[in-house]
């Protein structure tokens, strides 16, 4: 079983729809990331999470560390947020190096 | 302020050959983080580079190996390369171990 499972792993919606995608881990963590992959590979960081709740524009993040459970929550979607989005954690212990879901593709249609 | 930037953006190679990728740190960056990223998954972690010392390596083997020089830019060599080598190659920068981490466009490797 993975670390770091994310669901769903494929979502397809229309515009403007609310979307969430999940993301648990079963480690002991110092911090949670929120990270976007476009087609071509660049990944941008969105949040860095250790406790609660971010808030970027129309993207929203939630951690629960006693659920080991975090959301990303994007309001009012719209085409150009088609991307992979990736979970990855910081473990608690050997703190240097993330460990990854294996994505979660977004399409939204017009 | 520069991002991360990676060279070359893509790269083929025969099996048996050796490759050096390159990353340069955004600035003010000490840290480097290498991962390796297989067409479909999510990235794995290869090493890490602090102040120009090993600090963590995950579960590669030793034909992997890295650099990183006083101006904290990194390089990810890999010897005897095999088919299951092709991906893309992310490096990420970082001012500090734990902080949050910046990555560059990738590097996408083919090994025929």
């Known amino acids: 079983k993975n670390e770091v499972e994310q669901s769903p792993q494929n979502l397809t919606a229309q515009e403007g729809e609310f979307i969430t995608i999940n993301c648990s881990y079963s480690?002991?963590?110092?911090?949670l990331h929120w990270l976007q992959q476009h087609p071509g590979g660049g990944i941008v960081s969105l949040f860095m999470?250790?406790?609660g709740k971010k808030k970027h524009g129309r993207l929203i993040a939630t951690i629960n560390i006693q659920e080991k459970h975090s959301s990303l929550h994007i309001t009012a979607s719209h085409p150009r947020d088609s991307a992979v989005y990736i979970c990855?954690?910081?473990?608690?212990?050997?703190?240097?190096?993330?460990?990854f879901g294996q994505g979660t593709r977004l399409t939204i249609n017009p | 302020e520069t991002g991360v930037t990676q060279s070359p953006t893509h790269l083929i190679k025969t099996r048996g050959q050796q490759v050096t990728l390159r990353c340069s740190s955004q600035s003010g960056h000490n840290t480097v983080s290498w991962y390796q990223q297989a067409l479909g998954q999510g990235p794995q972690f290869i090493f890490q580079?602090?102040?120009?010392?090993?600090?963590g390596r995950g579960n590669f083997p030793p034909r992997f190996s890295g650099l990183q020089f006083p101006n904290y830019s990194s390089e990810l060599n890999v010897n005897a390369l095999e088919l299951d080598d092709s991906a893309l190659y992310l490096c990420?920068?970082?001012?500090?171990?734990?902080?949050?981490?910046?990555f560059g466009p990738g590097t996408r490797l083919t090994v025929t």
């Open positions: 990420a920068s970082s001012r500090d171990v734990t902080y949050e981490q910046y």
């Open positions: 580079y602090y102040r120009e010392e090993e600090n």
């Open positions: 999470l250790s406790s």
């Open positions: 990855a954690v910081r473990h608690y212990l050997g703190a240097q190096k993330l460990v």
């Open positions: 480690v002991g963590i110092s911090a």
